[in-house]
T-cell receptor, first 113, second 113 residues
Framework: KQEVTQIPAALSVPEGENLVLNCSFTDSAIYNLQWFRQDPGKGLTSLLLIQSSQREQTSGRLNASLDKSSGRSTLYIAASQPGDSATYLCAVRPAQAGTALIFGKGTTLSVSS | GAGVSQSPSNKVTEKGKDVELRCDPISGHTALYWYRQSLGQGLEFLIYFQGNSAPDKSGLPSDRFSAERTGGSVSTLTIQRTQQEDSAVYLC???????????FGPGTRLTVL
């Protein structure tokens, strides 16, 4: 059974720091991996999608990497800003057809000014 | 529409009552998913619709939960005889096809008193 773990559960950093959020999954047979952001009381905003054949994706100050064989993904946030404060969720889609995303419990990030 | 919409945004009900939650996916998206996010828990998959195929109901927690998708578009999640443990945020997502990026709605916060 696929399990997704995110470490740390919470992280506090001062503005301007570069930081890395970690995601690990137990079964390397995945179709893709998606990183989301969730603000308090809100839905999920998709940040980056990495297909199983890809190693990384970049969007602005965000860079996500995928090492499928070791069951790991990282989300790198450069030059963090207070507006980055949110919960970041990692989700994998198993390789079997017609299956939904399996989520980690998230990392709650707080960036102080 | 521009994104996935859900209604109502908040629902408070009494234990034992039935509730209906609605999801309008992005136009043209063939895949639709329902997830639940409980306090302290991660997001868990409930049910998945793909085109005209039979839905994947493997995530539904009990037979009190059901969902339908009419005309391949709007979906309704019904919870019968609600219990306090049903209190959660119910999130709907859609994707253009089953393997693609999922886009989430803002969710419906259900509180069962």
């Amino acid at each position: 059974k696929q399990e997704v773990t995110q470490i740390p559960a919470a992280l506090s950093v001062p503005e301007g720091e570069n930081l890395v959020l970690n995601c690990s999954f137990t079964d390397s047979a995945i179709y893709n991996l998606q990183w989301f952001r969730q603000d308090p009381g809100k839905g999920l905003t998709s940040l980056l999608l990495i297909q199983s054949s890809q190693r990384e994706q970049t969007s602005g100050r965000l860079n996500a990497s995928l090492d499928k064989s070791s069951g790991r993904s990282t989300l790198y946030i450069a030059a963090s800003q207070p507006g980055d404060s949110a919960t970041y969720l990692c989700a994998v889609r198993p390789a079997q057809a017609g299956t939904a995303l399996i989520f980690g419990k998230g990392t709650t990030l707080s960036v102080s000014s | 529409g521009a994104g996935v919409s859900q209604s109502p945004s908040n629902k408070v009900t009494e234990k034992g009552k039935d509730v209906e939650l609605r999801c309008d996916p992005i136009s043209g998206h063939t895949a639709l998913y329902w997830y639940r996010q409980s306090l302290g828990q991660g997001l868990e998959f409930l049910i998945y619709f793909q085109g005209n195929s039979a839905p994947d109901k493997s995530g539904l927690p009990s037979d009190r939960f059901s969902a339908e998708r009419t005309g391949g578009s709007v979906s309704t999640l019904t919870i019968q005889r609600t219990q306090q443990e049903d209190s959660a945020v119910y999130l709907c997502a859609s994707s253009i096809d089953r393997g693609n990026e999922q886009f989430f709605g803002p969710g419906t916060r259900l509180t069962v008193l």
